[in-house]
């Protein structure tokens, strides 16, 4: 069973910057996508940035070149450097993992820019 530890969320004023890090264990693919989401109350989940391998990545386009998603396969591990941010930034954010056998989600961390 795979396991997802995020760490890094807290809060930043307006401009800031937050670096957020989600370890994952437990029966790891070497295939696999890791990526993060957040959500708001009363809204759906939606993707903030995803990694396959350590160079293919997606941004969602209200984040392009504020955040950047990164990963270290040797720790398991993926990376959101969140710079630039905006007080629309705030949710909770989680990290998920996905391979073969379906999706793993970590148990969110809440990030809060004050303007």
């Known amino acids: 069973q795979v396991q997802l530890v995020e760490s890094g969320g807290g809060l930043v004023q307006a401009g800031g910057s937050l670096r957020l890090s989600c370890t994952a264990s437990?029966?790891?693919?070497?295939?696999?996508?890791m990526g993060w989401y957040r959500q708001a109350p009363g809204k759906q989940r939606e993707l903030v940035a995803s990694?396959?391998?350590?160079?293919?990545?997606n941004y969602a386009d209200s984040v392009k070149g504020r955040f950047t998603i990164s990963r270290d396969n040797a720790k398991n591990t993926v990376y959101l450097q969140m710079n630039s941010l905006k007080p629309e930034d705030t949710d909770v954010y989680y990290c998920?993992?996905?391979?073969?056998?379906?999706?793993?989600w970590g148990q969110g961390t809440q990030v809060t820019v004050s303007s």
């Open positions: 998920k993992y996905s391979d073969y056998r379906g999706d793993y």
């Open positions: 437990g029966g790891i693919f070497s295939i696999n996508t």
């Open positions: 990694i396959i391998g350590v160079r293919v990545a």
